[in-house]
Structures are given as structure tokens and as C-alpha cells.
């Protein structure tokens, strides 16, 4: 069993940090570390094979770890309460998180199922549609320049754990999708024959957009595809996260 270190000092550099990576969005990108916060998110690390670099435990809950977590990092910390209290981003602080080393951004595979974020900037929206990606088999994304930071800690609290089977590329150029393999298909409010009666090519890469301007012109023109999500109850109310669901299932569901 890994032994712990107890810290109830707010100036201890180690408690800085982990403020830094719970609170700012792009704190992991500068410190090349990553904070989960909660069984949910821990639990979906391990089952993915992560190891994490560090184990951090409220004092109350420290006593009654179960082993797996005593056991999951080589290092263990064990902070005050109100001193985990105050680096939780947490309404109700989980008691307990990783560190993880930031994973080193993977090769671009081009003939895989892709999504593609063009500047979607809302972390809910950004986590559920790495729900969805996971979920229909979508096992890359590439977030454009412009986008949500994809570990920060409100996409990833939104995400659920989708990120641990997924391949993330984030903060790309345009240029790089040049090495699809596979075409681009894009939503489009009136362009484009409707979802259900058009034949979309699986694998593909699914372009969503920003949330209110949409898919950038310059993407649009590179697609091989658009097609219409029809909304006969005569408003446009579906946001990019619902609308990646029904694209992403539409490519699963073909004949």
C-alpha cells in the first residue's frame, strides 16, 4: 500500500497547483498535468489503463480508501479538508482525484471515424459530443483552433470519462485535415437533403460548428456532403451536442 503525504499548509506549492489545474481552463496546457475530481472520472482513468502521477484524498475520507485507490498512483496525498475544499471546483467537493500526466497529442490516423470540432466553444457541448463520439464508435476527434481546451476541467467533467477512449487532437490547424482519408460531411440549416433519406459514407468525418455561426465557409466548401436535420415543429432549437448525437447515430444506422 502506497504510504501518504499529509498536507494542511494553503502555501504548500503542491495545493497551488492543483488549485490552478481545478479552476483554470487552460492550466494543464501550461503545467502538462491534468485533474480529475470524483470516483466517476478516477474509475474511468483505470479502466482505461492510466496511470495516474498522483492520488489526492481529503483527511476524512483517507481512512476509508478503498484499496484501489490507495494503490492506484505511486504517490499519495492526503489534504485538509478545507483545504481540499478549496481547491474543488465542485458545488459538493468529490473528496478525492488524480493527476494525470497531459497525454502527448496522438498521430492523426486518417481512415478512422472522426469527429471534427470546428471552434465549438462551450465545454457541455464539446463533453457531450466526445459522449456521443465514444458511444457510436467515433474513436477520433479533432478540435480546430478556436475550440474548448478538450482537458479542461469542465469538458472533462462533461465528458464523463469519454476522453480515456478516445483520441484527441486539439488546437489544430484547418491544413490537418488534409490527411483524412475519409470525406467530410457537415450540417446545414437549408442545405443539404435531409439526414434520414441521405446514404452518409461510414467511415466519415463529421463536421460540427460553432454554436452560433456554424461550420466555417472555408470547411463547408471542403465537405463532400451536407445534410439537413429537419425540425417540423418550426424552430431551430437544437444545439451542436444534440445535433452531433443524430449525426453520429445516422452514420450507424445506415443499411
Known amino acids: 500500500m502506497t504510504e501518504a503525504v499529509h498536507i494542511s499548509s494553503r502555501d504548500n506549492a503542491l495545493v497551488k497547483e492543483l488549485k490552478r489545474l481545478a479552476g483554470d481552463n487552460a492550466a494543464y496546457r ?69 493527476v494525470l500526466d497531459l497525454p502527448a497529442a496522438p498521430a492523426l490516423l486518417p481512415h478512422v471515424p472522426t469527429v471534427v470540432l470546428d471552434r465549438v466553444q462551450d465545454a457541455g457541448n464539446v463533453g457531450s459530443i466526445l459522449r456521443s463520439a465514444g458511444a457510436f464508435g467515433f474513436k477520433q476527434l479533432i478540435a480546430i483552433k478556436g475550440s474548448a481546451a478538450l482537458w479542461s476541467p469542465k469538458v472533462l467533467r462533461a465528458g464523463m470519462g469519454a476522453h480515456f477512449g478516445l483520441r484527441l487532437i486539439e488546437s489544430a490547424d484547418e491544413a490537418l485535415l488534409n490527411q483524412l482519408a475519409v470525406p467530410l460531411v457537415v450540417t446545414s440549416s437549408h442545405l443539404g437533403e435531409d439526414i434520414h433519406r441521405s446514404a452518409v459514407p461510414m467511415p466519415c468525418a463529421w463536421v460540427m460548428g460553432h454554436e452560433g455561426q456554424g461550420v466555417s465557409p ?19 432549437s437544437l444545439n451542436v451536442a444534440a445535433a452531433a448525437a443524430i449525426c453520429l447515430y445516422a452514420s450507424i444506422a445506415q443499411p
Not at 36 to 61: M, T, Y
Open 30 to 98: 501550461r503545467l502538462g498535468r491534468v485533474w480529475l475530481e470524483g470516483d466517476h472520472l478516477c474509475r474511468a482513468a483505470l479502466a482505461r489503463g492510466v496511470k495516474p502521477a498522483l492520488a489526492v484524498f481529503s483527511e476524512s475520507l483517507w481512512p476509508a480508501a478503498a484499496a484501489e485507490w490507495r494503490t492506484a498512483a505511486t504517490r499519495n496525498v492526503v489534504l485538509a479538508d478545507a483545504l481540499f475544499t478549496d481547491i474543488s471546483a465542485l458545488e459538493s467537493p468529490a473528496a478525492m482525484g488524480f
Open 218 to 236: 472555408a470547411l463547408a466548401a471542403r465537405a463532400a456532403m451536407a445534410v439537413r436535420i429537419p425540425q417540423p415543429g418550426g424552430e431551430e
